[in-house]
């Protein structure tokens, strides 16, 4: 469960970004299949969209609802003082 909330506090930003972008700044080490992305995509958590090769992933506003349900912008955040995220 980490790791998904990992992944909606890095695109809780509002940026779009590529998979290996968001494993980067979320801090991730594994590789992350499409199927982990898929099911937040399916869960209308995040968007994907295809521009020419690349696939770029946004928050939705269900993603963003989350965010702030389980505290990923604030102080209390369960990520806080773990030094995971290379955004904070």
Do not use: P, W
Not at 22 to 29: D, E, T
């Amino acid at each position: 469960m980490e790791m998904y909330l990992a992944v909606i506090k890095v695109l809780e930003s509002g940026e779009t970004m590529a998979q290996k972008q968001i494993m980067r700044k979320a801090g991730i080490n594994l590789v992350l299949t499409k199927e982990f992305f898929d099911f937040l995509v399916n869960l209308d958590i995040i968007t994907e969209e295809t521009f020419g090769s690349k696939v770029m992933y946004s928050i939705t506003h269900k993603g963003q609802r989350l965010s702030v349900y389980f505290g990923l912008n604030d102080n209390n955040s369960i990520f806080n003082g773990t030094g995971i995220f290379r955004i904070d």
